[in-house]
């Protein structure tokens, strides 16, 4: 498949026409306003959609597009009625991109994770366990919860947050935590704000991602919501997901697919057994979503998938099926990550030069004045909120060396999964399991670190547990966004640092009203503090297989880049390796098999021409099945009730 020719597989509409129609404003107050006041609500929506399903384990979240779908409708009737006082595309998109920040925040992978912790490890110590002699007395009394007596409610619920004493219990580590995430937060904003100009102006990625907002929110007789063939795309994902919503309450009436269906029953015989759980599914989301990557990239992702089932199934025949993960998949993963990172620092190299040049030069012909902020004001940003986390987590007893190779390895990943995301639009990129919580214990050897270290390093799992709820993509794609629509930066970064305060505070306060009411759930908290007792009970040497699966991983991106620079028709690509063991695309790869097929068949018979007249089919694919999907959501959680989910 030649990947030249769906490199850049859409146009958005010319930004010179859009900049010609409203002024350099766009996030005006009554926009940031307005995204403020929503951003509670859906973090209430975020967390208490527990069996409702996961609106940030992809790449674009259904509760913010449900948003911007109700705003944009209603703005609608404005423009007829009222057009004065009708929202401008460039507020809708600001409102947009501070629900999809504030999203990412509250999710699957950020604060869900990290709220249930603070008290986890005090209230199940069990003398079978033997946490309170092994790592309590590393864990500061400001950093977690510790008194059982008053956490009692707290999992029982029936009760009241709100309460002083109940309020003055959690606030310290509320307070800690939450500063800690929002620096954590605007150092991506700071990295985003320096590569901002090379990725958005100079290369011209096509952020996929946000073309169906930006088409949403569009004005004029080219709205989105006037298309025909939207509406056709809306009609058949929504009709399947009531059919399946009905199925769901009532098994008498039929179900159209969503659900996973295993290939696994089909395998039972030596070696094809070994290919373990292999679902297929045909989400119309999932479908449309991928019809926005690039063909090599959706190419590479069911490739690459079946490739590592062939794998298991030829070391099976070959006797090594007892080894636990013989293939090191999540760390050849990790060294993939690493790799794109790399590539995507050579690529901005020489940008990167010319922010040196004007950070200790002023060289004049380097221009920050579009920028978010100016390229000195970034860097001291980006070194206090620096500065503050390495005092957190020095507070906390990590060593200042730990520190700096653990977020090191940490920002490497986010920016190698913001640039693919704004380069290619993956839909998925989770990484399960494999962070720098893992992977430095196994490069350096439990021994070496020392409890300290481990014991904080736990309580990091929460945003290195895997990395699809990510904040960082969102808000380069928000600078992308400004920059099509002609939204201020600096009026965007405002809003922007309001959705990341608000978010991160609204999802702790969320979480709380829930638990007192419901009883606190423990999602994933156990799974960190389990793997510490594993480690302090019985320390780890260097892991070397784990440490060369890492480094071939990294390899052979390399080499997958180098073939895809000299060879135009070379159909694989390193981001499709990279993100095609993980979890999600279990989920996901039989969809995207499909979207490339059906892209595919377009190209070839129809053109290019033919490609752009149905997007807005696949963008109603997507659009149906969240806001259908979405309204099942709603109903289970004011029922209290499970509802049928899209999503997982």
Known sequence: MNSQVTSEPYRFRDSSQQNSRSPRFGASWRAILLGTALIIPNMYWILDSAGQGYPTTISLYFNV??????????????????????????????????????????????????????????????????????????????????????????????????????????????????????????????????????????????????????????????????SKLMWLGFGIAGAIDILNGLHHLYPTVPSLGGRLYDLRPFFTQKPWSAVGWTPVAVFPFAVG??????????????????????????????????MPNFLFTDEQSFGAYLGLFVIAIVATRKHLAQVGRKLFRNDRRVDDSDEPMSYRATTLGLIASLVFIVGFCKAGGMSIWVVLVFFGIYYAIS????????????????????????????????????????????????????????????????FKLAERT???????????????????????????????IEGARDWFAGRPFNRLQSWLTSPRVPDVPAIVAMCIGFIITGFLMIMRMRLFWWPFHPAGFAISSSWSMNVFWFSILVSSVIKWIILRHGGVSAHRKLIPFFLGLILGEFIIGGIWSLIGITTNQPMYRFLF
């Not at 620096?183 to 904003?189: C, D, E, N, S």
């Not at 196994?442 to 904040?471: C, D, E, Q, S, V």
């Not at 939204?487 to 309001?498: G, H, Y």
């Open 486 to 516: 002609g939204i201020s930066n600096r009026r965007l970064l405002i809003a922007m640092c309001i959705a990341i305060v608000i978010g991160t505070f609204a999802s702790f306060w969320a979480f709380y009203h829930i638990s007192y």
């Open 65 to 226: 597009i449900f948003c911007v779908f109700a705003i944009t409708g209603a703005n609608l009737v404005l423009v007829r009625i009222a057009p004065r006082i009708a929202l401008q595309q460039g507020e809708l998109l600001t409102i947009y991109v501070m629900l999809a920040i504030a999203s990412s925040l509250a999710g699957h992978d950020v604060l869900r994770v990290l709220i249930p912790m603070i008290p986890y490890a005090f209230w199940y110590a069990t003398p079978e366990n033997d946490w309170a002699d092994l790592f309590h007395r590393y864990i500061p009394d400001w950093m977690a919860v510790k008194d059982r007596t008053f956490l009692t409610e707290y999992y029982r619920g029936e009760t009241t947050f709100y309460e002083w004493e109940t309020v003055q219990g959690w606030l310290p580590t509320t307070v800690a935590w939450g500063c800690f995430l929002c620096a954590m937060v605007f150092l991506m904003v700071c990295i985003n704000s320096l590569v901002r100009k090379q990725w958005t102006e100079h290369e011209k990625l096509s952020y996929p991602i946000i073309q169906l907002p930006l088409e949403l929110t569009g004005g004029g007789r080219k709205n989105l919501l006037t």
């Open 415 to 478: 920016t190698a999964v913001t640039r693919m995301r704004a380069e290619l639009g993956s839909p998925v990129h989770d990484l399960h399991f494999i962070g720098p919580d893992e992977m430095m214990p196994r490069i350096f050897g439990t021994r070496l670190l020392g409890p300290h270290n481990l014991t904080i390093m736990a309580y990091l799992f929460f945003f290195n547990r895997a990395y699809r709820g990510h904040p960082m993509p969102h808000i380069l794609e928000g």
């Open 289 to 322: 979503m991928a019809f926005f990557i690039p063909l090599d990239l959706s190419f590479s992702c069911w490739f690459f998938y079946l490739f590592w089932k062939v794998e298991r199934v030829f070391g099976d025949a070959l006797g090594v099926r007892g």
